[in-house]
C-alpha cells in the first residue's frame, strides 16, 4: 500500500491526524500508524478514505495512479461537452 498517498491527501486537504481519526472513529495514534505503515488498515477503513477524498480504493493501494473514480471522470466529461 502506498500510506503516503493518504498523508499527501489529508495534508492537501489541511486536514489534521486527528480530524480524519474522529471521522474514522480511531484514536489518533492507529491513523498515524497507518500513515506510517505500521500496521494494515481495515478494508472498512480504507473504504471510508477512499470516500472522504472521492478517490478510488486503488488509488489508495497504489494499483492505478488516477484519482478520480470513472463515475467522477464520465461526469465531468459530461459537463465539458455543455
Not at 499527501?8 to 480524519?20: A, H, T
Not at 500496521?39 to 489508495?60: E, H, M, Q, R, T
Amino acid at each position: 500500500m502506498k500510506c503516503e498517498r493518504i498523508r499527501e491527501l489529508r495534508e492537501d486537504g489541511d486536514y489534521s491526524q486527528k480530524q480524519i481519526a474522529d471521522y474514522l472513529h480511531v484514536h489518533q495514534t492507529t491513523y498515524s500508524n497507518y500513515e506510517l505503515n505500521r500496521c494494515s488498515i481495515p478494508i472498512p477503513v480504507l473504504s471510508k478514505l477512499a470516500d472522504f477524498y472521492g478517490v478510488s480504493v486503488n488509488y489508495l493501494l497504489g494499483r492505478t495512479d488516477k484519482k478520480l473514480l470513472y463515475e467522477q471522470e464520465k461526469i465531468l466529461r459530461q459537463r465539458n461537452q455543455l
